[in-house]
């Protein structure tokens, strides 16, 4: 019984490092791409330049209501193109 009680201790030690050591590399990981959106800016791109490339507006604006939907109004569409 002793080494059962040694076990289930072990594992319950093993399951919550687990859990921290997955919180932090979340943590962390969200923190980073945070900073980096805030102070990396990308000058490559102009702003507020859709190139729609004889797209129907109707279709526009629904693939830009579903990206604003998905990323929860963190995502932007530069530019649609026509296949």
């Known amino acids: 019984m002793e080494n059962l009680n040694e076990a289930l201790g072990l594992l319950a030690i093993g399951m919550i490092m ?16 945070n900073l980096t959106n805030r102070f990396i800016s990308d000058e490559k791109k102009p702003e507020n330049t859709n190139r729609t490339n004889g797209v129907h507006p109707r279709k526009l604006a629904a693939i830009v209501a579903a990206v604003d939907v998905i990323t929860h109004g963190r995502g932007k569409v530069d530019s649609v193109q026509k296949k």
């Not at 687990?18 to 791409?33: A, E, K, P, S, T």
Request: proline content about 0%; aromatic content about 6%.
């Open 18 to 33: 687990v859990i921290i050591v997955l919180w932090l590399v979340v943590g962390l990981g969200n923190l980073v791409i």
